[in-house]
């Protein structure tokens, strides 16, 4: 598998989880990389994106709560999330792509970890 995720989990509004995605090969040197939530039910929406340069953005919905962040020797990207609320819940996935822009349209995926955030 290209990108594996881990760290999701059942947490209390309020709480924090953080997510880890491993990359193999050259894909994580070579790519910025993003995480994307999918609620139940909804469509696939990325909430935070890091570049190869460590230059990162957020979406609305989680700015000032969730961090991005990537550890190059290890090949790692990580979500950092705190202040948890249970629209957080869903499905996060890994991917990874050129740049942010086209991050969407990647067809580097993780299979994705599951969050939940109980009230």
């Known amino acids: 598998e290209d990108l594996v995720e881990s760290g999701g989990g059942l947490a209390q509004a309020g709480g924090s989880l953080e997510l880890s995605c491993v990359a193999s090969?050259?894909?994580?040197?070579?790519?910025?990389m993003g995480w994307y939530h999918q609620a139940p039910g909804k469509q696939r929406e990325l909430v935070a994106g890091?570049?190869?340069?460590?230059?990162?953005n957020y979406a609305d919905s989680v700015g000032g709560r969730f961090t991005i962040s990537r550890n190059n020797p290890a090949r790692t990207t990580y979500l950092q999330m705190d202040s948890l609320k249970p629209e957080d819940t869903g499905v996060y996935y890994c991917?990874?792509?050129?740049?942010?822009?086209?991050?969407?349209?990647?067809?580097?995926w993780g299979r994705g970890t599951q969050v939940t955030v109980s009230s």
């Open positions: 991917a990874a792509a050129r740049t942010l822009t086209v991050l969407g349209r990647s067809n580097i």
């Open positions: 090969g050259s894909i994580f040197s070579e790519n910025s």
């Open positions: 890091v570049t190869i340069d460590g230059n990162t």
